[in-house]
């Protein structure tokens, strides 16, 4: 299939759909002037950290049997982000880049060029390239390496390099983690699927709930970004160039140089290394005092940039 063929279709069948979702968050309060955008947002999250994502996790984990090339999806994805955080804490720490920046700006800016909004919208464009199943590379990197790494070293740079809390206990913060619904659910999963007792009627019962997942939160991402503010500034744009183009290429070449031959798999990792920044950047930026604005803006300007730099890699080969 040639390049413009497929990008056409990618433009279709996955852009399209995305950006109208966004596209209905952002006009939704302007449309209906009752709406209430923080308290919507609140309840759409709470609706699907409980209920839709939860279900997912669970479907997938159930039918997916743990490989080696699924391990080495978040094992790459791992090493993109922690080279980009360093990449993007010499930018923003040791260059006249960031010179001029609080403290918590710089944090904030770090932890939106590391992590990715890998399944909401890594998911639709593996399925495009790799197949439904595809699904199970954004869901273990999610588990195995986003939220380990986010509730631990993210917490780490926002308490000790943003904030500079110093009642932030660890402990406490991995009980939020251990008390998250989706992790319990993707544990309960793999249980059943190792010991072989996955009842399929209850996994096709959990899909069909957890599809609902990706419309409600592109939906919510449009609600988040702060369109009126959208104005380009010089760390912003850097801080995006590294998490859209920069870190795809170190996954690239990092599974060059650990396997032989690159397959689906890790053409998968490199997928999940262009997505934009995650949604849950702004959620540690109210919790631990950063910059919340310069969250919003992260999250959207990278999201929107995500429309040309998606291209870009797929016209330099790495996603096939």
């Known amino acids: 299939m040639s390049y413009f063929i497929q990008l056409r279709g990618l433009m279709i069948e996955v852009m399209l759909p995305l950006g109208l979702l966004v596209a209905a968050g952002a006009f939704w309060p302007r449309i209906f002037a009752d709406a209430q955008p923080d308290v919507l947002r609140t309840q759409l999250n709470r609706v699907v950290m409980y209920v839709f994502y939860p279900c997912i996790l669970f479907a997938v984990a159930a039918s997916t049997p743990i490989t080696l090339p699924l391990l080495s999806v978040p094992l790459l994805v791992g090493i993109g982000t922690l080279c980009s955080g360093a990449l993007l804490y010499w930018l923003l720490y040791r260059t006249p880049l960031g010179k001029n920046l609080s403290d918590p700006t710089r944090a904030v800016l770090v932890i939106g060029g590391m992590w990715g909004n890998t399944f909401n919208i890594g998911a639709p464009v593996l399925i495009f390239f790799f197949g439904r199943d595809a699904t199970r590379y954004a869901i273990y990197n999610d588990v195995i390496m986003t939220m380990p790494l986010v509730w631990s070293l993210g917490v780490w740079i926002a308490t000790r390099l943003g904030s500079h809390e110093s009642n932030v206990s660890y402990p406490s913060v991995w009980r939020v983690l251990l008390t998250m619904p989706p992790l319990w659910a993707f544990v309960l999963g793999l249980a059943s699927q190792q010991l072989g007792l996955t009842y399929q009627p209850l996994v096709s019962a959990a899909q069909f709930v957890g599809q609902a997942t990706i419309p409600v ?46 397959n689906e798999a890790q053409y998968a990792a490199v997928v999940e290394a262009a997505t934009p920044a995650m949604m849950t950047t702004l959620l540690l930026a109210d919790r631990f005092k950063l910059d919340s604005a310069m969250a919003g803006l992260i999250v959207g300007w990278t999201t929107l940039l995500f429309w040309l730099s998606l291209p870009m890699v797929m016209a330099m080969g790495m996603i096939r």
Do not use: D, H, S, Y
Request: zero cysteines.
């Open 217 to 262: 939160v592109m939906f919510v991402l449009g609600l988040t970004i702060p369109w009126r503010n959208l104005t380009p500034r010089p760390e912003i744009l850097a801080t995006a160039a590294v998490k859209l183009l920069a870190m795809p290429v170190m996954v690239w070449f990092a599974a060059g140089a650990l396997f032989e031959q690159r």
